[in-house]
């Protein structure tokens, strides 16, 4: 594998979770056209992160990562994206004060559009489908033409990339990040919710009013952000053609993205997935989980960072609430004895999925949206849902940090699937959220995403803990 890279050196090997296309010359086409397009992200922004993460993996910050766990094109509207800055803002601004550590903020957004799915096929009402692998390459829609692979998907998901990046810079250009304004943030019809969120809010005005009248704080520096987005790099036909050589720095980068990731089911040494992603100058993540070997990380790293640099990688480890204790430490080990200056991050999220049937109210559709027309029946209809459990995800959290203190090493960053909407689709928190909520907004595409409030209270949490 450690031949000459390229961005299709990758070809030659196994390449799990890809969609067949039995259209080549359309797929051709669509590579040619955006191997043609500019770049989403500039190398400069790339470089940046690479930097600050480096800081991470140093103690000297934390990483904020969050956002939906299959974006879709249709929710790209100037108000979801905004409540998906909202809420990461938010955060970010509870872990500064409260945990008093800045805070690298990742957005999964603009970009995370590709799924790795555990089969492939699902039976639908009777009927064998290929299953929904994201909007990057089928419909979420179960019918036969929904669910097949459409290459012209991938020219779609980089123009949604690109008008949801420019929003975001838009806002963050337009003030929306202004620490003075931080009203800006508030989620729609919900102000003042969570009192220790106002309290941080009124402490850190009165700061920033002390320190600019010290003369200490430029007005100006704390108007902007940096703000970075980041996805799962799935599919490598797409992000090879969005893989760029970038003269000045004599190096390769991925510029869909500040960071890219590689998933738990895609990881395999040998495999496909980790040849396309050596040779990126990006930040790259590894999602660690219950396949994860200790003796298969010195060959990974080795292969991903062979010059050690700190904040080149990024650990994402994601057992669930009942295995970490035992699957995290002999990990840990195994990083310190090769010397990596890896950062390490949790992800709550992934391991402690749970399945509970719920009971659709009579105005909702199969995917638990409101019907718009005409009530579907007064019949009540059940459907099988994934959701989590804030306590579970709290208690996944909770144990990564004590493990990490106890081990010698740290915890220097999280990892959610989270929105700043007001869905239910994660039980527990402040707000008590039942599984007897669930129906009524249940939204995600794929995974269950921690709702506005609970992303707060979470926040709060982990403040706590740093
Ligand atoms: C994800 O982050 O959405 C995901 C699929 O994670 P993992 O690869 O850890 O299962
Ligand atoms: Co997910």
């Known amino acids: 594998m450690t031949n000459a890279w390229s961005p299709q050196s990758w070809q030659g090997l196994t390449a799990l979770q890809q969609p067949e296309y039995p259209d080549q010359g359309a797929l051709e086409g669509v590579l040619a056209r955006l191997r043609s397009l500019p770049p989403l992200v500039g190398p400069g922004e790339v470089d940046r992160l690479r930097a600050l993460l480096s ?103 980089y123009f949604h990339a690109a008008a949801t990046l420019n929003h975001l810079r838009s806002l963050i250009e337009d003030g929306f990040a202004d620490l003075h304004h931080p009203e800006r943030w508030d989620l729609p019809g919900r102000t003042g919710e969570l009192p220790a969120y106002q309290d941080v809010i009124k402490e850190v005005r009165a700061t920033l009013d002390f320190l600019e009248a010290l003369g200490v704080a430029h007005p100006g520096t704390l108007e902007r952000i940096e703000l970075f987005t980041s996805h799962e790099a799935l599919l490598l036909p797409f992000e090879a053609a969005l893989t760029r050589w970038i003269p000045e720095a004599q190096a390769w980068y991925n ?170 689709e994660c039980v527990g928190g402040s707000q008590g959220l039942t599984e007897a909520d669930l129906p009524r907004a249940y939204e995600t595409g794929c995974d269950p995403r921690l709702n506005g409030a609970q992303s707060l209270e979470m926040a709060f949490l982990i403040a706590r803990m740093l």
Request: aromatic share 4%; glycine share 12%; hydrophobic share 40%.
């Open 55 to 157: 800081e991470a993996a140093q103690g000297k910050r934390f990483l904020l990562q969050g956002g939906d766990c299959a974006e879709r094109f249709r929710d790209c509207h100037g108000e979801a994206i905004a409540d998906k800055l909202r809420i990461l803002l938010r955060m970010s601004v509870v872990l500064t004060h409260a945990g008093r550590c800045p805070v690298v903020r990742v957005l999964r957004l603009a970009g995370q559009y590709a799924k790795p799915r555990s089969a492939g096929t699902e039976r639908v009402d009777g009927r064998e489908l290929p299953v929904y692998r994201g909007d990057l390459i089928n419909e979420l829609e179960a019918t036969p033409e929904g669910r097949a692979s459409n290459p012209a998907r991938m020219q779609e998901a």
């Open 255 to 424: 510029l869909s993205a500040g960071m890219v990731w590689v998933g738990e089911r895609t990881r395999a040494l040998g495999g496909a997935h980790l040849e396309y992603l050596r040779g990126l100058r990006n930040p790259l993540g590894v999602k660690l989980g219950p396949s994860a070997k200790a003796e298969d990380l010195p060959k990974l790293l080795e292969l991903l960072d062979p010059a050690r640099e700190p904040g080149r990688i990024t650990l994402i480890t994601r057992f669930g609430e009942d295995a970490i204790r035992a699957a995290l430490p002999p990990l840990i080990r195994a990083v310190q004895a090769t010397g990596h200056p890896v950062l390490w991050s949790c992800d709550p999220m992934h391991g402690n999925t749970t399945s509970v049937e719920i009971g659709l109210s009579p105005d909702q559709d199969a995917k638990g949206h409101r019907a718009s027309g005409a009530a579907l029946g007064a019949v009540r209809r059940m459907r099988t849902v994934k959701t989590r459990d804030f306590g579970a995800i709290l208690g996944e959290l909770s144990q990564a940090f004590e493990l990490h203190r106890a081990n010698g090493s740290r915890l220097g960053g999280v990892h959610f699937e989270m929105t700043g909407e007001e869905v239910t």
